[in-house]
Each structure stands twice: as C-alpha cells, then as structure tokens.
C-alpha cells in the first residue's frame, strides 16, 4: 500500500479531524502534522473525479444542472467583483483563462472589458449555458490538456483550486502556461474564517481545504510570489493575486497546524454567532437573497441581451474580406 504523502510538504504524519462531510456522509478529513494542510484522508481517483465533475457536481453541490437566474446574477455580480480587483494590476488588453469557468460571467466579464478572455469548464450543463446563452469562449476541457507555452497573461483559478487531486501539480502546470510577467488569481474557502459548526466544514468535493499560510506555502513553492491579498481574514474566501517567480522554495510555515487546529477547536455554534460582525453579516445575506428573488430574472435578461449586442457589435466590426472567408 502506498503512503500517503501531503501534497504541499510531501510530510506522511497526520491527524484525523473529521470523520463526516456536510451532509453527514462519510468522509475522513486529516491535517498534516507538518505544514497545516487539510485535505481528505482517502483522494478519490483521476477517472472518479473526472466522471463526478462531468455529471453529478452541480446537482449535489448546487442542487441544479442548469444554473438559475439568481445563479447566474450572483455569478454576475462575482465576476465584475474579480474584475473590479483585477483591473489596477493587470494591462488594458492582457489576455485572460479561466480554469474551471462555471456559467462564463467572470470570463464574459472581462471580455466585455476588452480582454481576450476564455475558459474550459469540465461540467456539461453550466458550460452549454456559458456558450449558448453568454456566447462566452468557455469550452469542455481540462487543465492538463492546456498548452504551456508560456503565452497568458493572467489565469483565474476561481473556487477550483480545492477540487483538484493534486493542487501542486494544478499549480505548476499553470506556471508552465504564464507568460514570465504573468499573474495568478486565485480564490478558494478559508478554512481558518469563523465556522458555526465543524461538522458543516467538509465536502466531498473540496479535496484540500486551506488556510492563508497554507495556500502562499504551496503557491511559492511552485514558482510564485504574493502581490495582494484582498478581503481580511475573517472573509469565508481567499482571495490572493501571485506573480511569476523564479524561485520554487517550500518555506514551511510550523506554526499553520497548530494555528489551524486551534481554529478548529473554536468552531462551536455559540463562539460563531456572538462575532461582532454576525449580526450586520446576516442582516447583509437575507437582504441580498431577497434582491435576488425580486429582480434575478430581469437582471438576467438584460445581460443575456448586453452579450448578444456585443457579439453582434463585434461582427459588424470584423472585416468584409474575413466574413467572406468565413
């Protein structure tokens, strides 16, 4: 039987967090001893995930195959968020790839802001949704079929990054692909925000779940560095923009365990709900959720027809001798 090896630290010694995942279905969650990772004790194999991804992802995460209208609106309104903390980083016309792309807002995004911007999304209902009605460049594929010809400018690794068997090799795979003054978004669930109960920590398919240490240990070490981390870390999600670094050094951080089990430990419903931001943080979600009840349809329509005014902009603009041909 082969041994278990951490996928950041390659260390072999862990300790059993968690025996259930959110739903109360079976599944071992173990931390490395070493560098703090968490991640499942069994990883299910390259063909399992493959196949999950391609067919039954959205509907046990989501609860839906095709994404609704307030799906939609809310991946909207992310994707202009990225955009928005992107922008001041990044050239005016830098060319822009999305792993793992869902519905194509964020790569739709950025395309309407003048960017050459494309994505594969392995999940078949949100990315017939991406190309038929966003008419987005969003196509079925996977990572490790991507050239590495050192030719983008900026990947996007958006709540993808925990889904992957072997994030180290997702990474350097990805900085075979960036240009030498190429960018590296990356966004993903922060296992050291407040939780109201452990038990409603672990997923099936989040493979590997990390703290802020953890994920700058694993992106350096594959040939990045950090120029921004954006929110604070009580935020439920890392958000953390990389460059191109020459250097591939793991620096373990020896204090992430111990910090990690010890927010673990505080995870009680009790500790969660008398934060001073709860109450303004749940005030803020029912308030969203009922926006979104009340104007996600027409919101969606209008985006629909912003998509399809702007490809029908772009074939005007195409030249007549390039039509022709076509």
Known sequence: MVQKQCDLCAGTEFEQIGDRDRHGNALESVICKSCGLVAHGNIPTDEELADYYATEYRQSYHGEMIPS??????????????????QPHIEPVADV???????GCTVKVFELNGHQSTGIEPGEGFQDYSQQRLLTNVVRGDLFEQPRDHSRELVLLVH???????????????????????LFYVECPNIAAPFARRSKMFHYAH???????SLKMLAESCGFQLEVQFGSK???????????????????????????????????????HLRPRYLSSRFSKVASYLREHLTAKQHVAEVVKECQQFASDQEDEEPTELRAAA
């Not at 790839?97 to 519905?103: H, K, L, P, R, T």
């Not at 493979?207 to 240490?213: A, E, G, K, M, Q």
């Open 69 to 86: 209208d307030r799906r939609v609106m809310r991946a909207w309104k992310n994707g202009e968020r990225i955009f928005r903390q992107l």
């Open 160 to 182: 993808v990054i925990e889904h992957f068997k072997s994030p180290r090799r997702a990474l350097e795979y990805i900085r075979g692909m960036l240009a030498d003054n190429g």
């Open 234 to 272: 009580e935020d439920p999600y890392l958000q953390m923009l990389f460059s191109c670094s020459d250097s591939r050094e793991l620096k373990i951080d020896y204090n992430n365990y111990q910090q990690t089990i010890q927010v673990l430990s505080q995870a009680t419903a009790l500790r969660y």
């Open 207 to 213: 493979i590997h779940n990390f703290t802020p240490s």
């Open 97 to 103: 790839f999305e792993v793992g792309a869902g519905i």
